[in-house]
Nanobody, 125 residues
Framework: VQLQAFGGGLVQAGGSLRLSCAASGRTFRAYTVAWFRQAPGKEREFVAATHRSGGKLLYADSVKGRFTISRDNAKNTGYLQMNSLRPEDTAVYYC???????????????????WGQGTQVTVSS
């Protein structure tokens, strides 16, 4: 599966952005989708995931209540709505996916087999 992430940009603190992850090459509804991010000088970290069953959503504590992950199977696209952005949210955001996933592995990078190219999100103070 090929993934393409887009929608990043520069936004002031308190603002919003919506990232999109377009998938091709596989039945999207059978696909678990997640977002990870990597800030300068830091390791890549989990942000949010939506299990392929549609029944499980998982968020990192740092984004709970501010970010919302969703998916549109008809459009083969996943989304990450980011509200109340903070300077510490500045990072390159990657979408990732896997056709097979148990729910306990949603936050594990090694569980994802397909990765998008990343999109830069910069939040100014």
């Amino acid at each position: 599966v090929q993934l393409q992430a887009f929608g990043g940009g520069l936004v002031q603190a308190g603002g919003s952005l919506r990232l999109s992850c377009a998938a091709s090459g596989r039945t999207f509804r059978a696909y678990t989708v997640a977002w990870f991010r990597q800030a300068p000088g830091k390791e890549r970290e989990f942000v949010a995931a939506t299990h392929r069953s549609g029944g499980k959503l998982l968020y990192a504590d740092s984004v709970k209540g501010r970010f919302t992950i969703s998916r549109d199977n008809a459009k083969n696209t996943g989304y990450l709505q980011m509200n109340s952005l903070r300077p510490e949210d500045t990072a390159v955001y990657y979408c990732a996916g896997s056709p097979s996933m148990i729910q306990s592995n949603l936050a594990s990078q090694t569980a994802y087999v397909d990765w998008g190219q990343g999109t830069q999100v910069t939040v100014s103070s």
